[in-house]
């Protein structure tokens, strides 16, 4: 197994998050560093290849604004179990899927860029939380600011990037890729993921944003919070515990849907809810050691979900391993890269790896420290699994200008939230998305 490797100019992104930090807690406005706004307004037609530098072009001022709300790890059915209020009266006022289908592996970085992009993690290339990349030679690490913030791991156009473009200012408070310059451009006002920013203090500066004089306001928000996922990991998602998260997460999206109530425009704000994938106990009758199966001297390993992907390097190496192992594998299967199940959508980037050896239904594969902890059930919540297990769906919610009011959709994916937005706020969708409309025609209005 390899260890992430260190790089030198850490420091830098630190001092950064600090400053970050502190502007927040100093009460002031806060907006993290700001590469967009050296370039100016968008000149007479609003598409650039620059930002608007936080000014609205005079074209959109009639837009609508959307806010993209993503509580990580939401399950579908907290929403029937738990007392939701807030949502139920968001569900009312518009469309609620029955599911968000995550894309594979349902994790936070892949599930939120896939959101935002519309793209499958095989197109936007963030392929998991964590993944080597042999043509850069390099990791990427989502726990690392270097990294999470590094333009140039990230492809494809993020809703934000496609709405900085188009004259539209974009803000956010965390959504994974937005600390990153993505084709150069972050949002007009953003800030470096600190999970120890309070929630409260979040919805504060969206509602502060929304409130802001129509030629900065922003029209693109997104929101982020953590509680009901590290509630789930730690709970298991069938636990009565969840209460405490779910509700907690139903009142601060009571307090944002109030604030937004109270404003003079607020007939044309639309909020949109997501989650990036759902949460399930692993099997504890599933659970393979990899490195007890064959030898995996020199070759890479990285987990991807309750997968490991094996950049071997060698094709040859490649087909004997993925025999060897599947003549030995009871509760899991190798495949090449290229034999991958087509409905998961992770075929065409080589950081997915040479061999991805996944597991069967909601079972692991990994090395023994990893299996064991779930063998000792310190781990009673993952996610990670195959989209299509309904353990594995996300939530969609969303309401005002453009969606029809009390609207029941069936699940809905993913990469279909991207022209989602771009269809509320009139944006021309970046080329080569994956998602549509068409599974949410019955929900939109003129
Ligand atoms: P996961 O490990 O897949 O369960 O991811 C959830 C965790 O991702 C959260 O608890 C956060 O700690 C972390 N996280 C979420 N957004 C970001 C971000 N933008 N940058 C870095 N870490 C993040
Ligand atoms: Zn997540
Ligand atoms: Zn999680």
Known sequence: MTSPRRRPNRGRRQIAALAGGLLLAAGLSGCGPDVSTESGPPAAAPRTSGGTGGVNHPAVASRPHVVLISFDGFRPDYLDRFDTPAFDRLAARGLRAAGLISVFPSLTFPGHYSIATGLYPEAHGIVANRFH?????????????????????????????????????????????????????????????????????????????????????????????????????????????????????????????????????????????????????????????????????????????AALSLHVGDPERSGALRDELNARLTHARAYLREEIPAHLHARDNPRIGDILVIPDGLGLVGFRRTVERVRLLLRPGMHGWDPRLPEMHGILLAAGPGIAAGVGLPAIRAVDVYPLIAHLLDLTPHPGVAGDLSALAPALTE
């Open 133 to 305: 990349d042999p043509v850069r030679n390099d990791e990427f690490n989502y726990r690392e600011s270097d990294d999470a913030g590094d333009g140039s791991w990230w492809g494809g156009e993020p809703i934000w990037v496609t709405a900085e473009k188009q004259g539209m200012v974009a803000a956010a408070f965390f959504f994974p890729g937005t600390e990153a310059d993505i084709g150069g451009l972050r949002p007009s006002h953003w800030r470096p993921y600190d999970g120890s920013v309070p929630n409260a203090a979040r919805v504060e500066q969206v509602l502060d944003w929304l409130a802001l004089s129509a030629d900065v306001r922003p029209h693109l928000v997104t929101l982020y919070f953590s509680l009901v996922d590290s509630a789930g990991h730690d709970l298991g998602p069938d636990s009565p515990d969840m209460r405490r998260s779910v509700e907690e997460a139903d009142r601060l999206l009571g307090v944002l849907t109030d604030g937004v109530a109270a404003l003079p425009h607020a007939g044309r704000v639309a909020l949109v809810v997501v989650s990036d994938h759902g949460m399930a106990a692993p099997d504890p009758d599933r659970l393979t050691v990899l490195p007890e199966l064959a030898d995996l001297s020199g070759i890479r390993t990285v987990p991807a979900g």
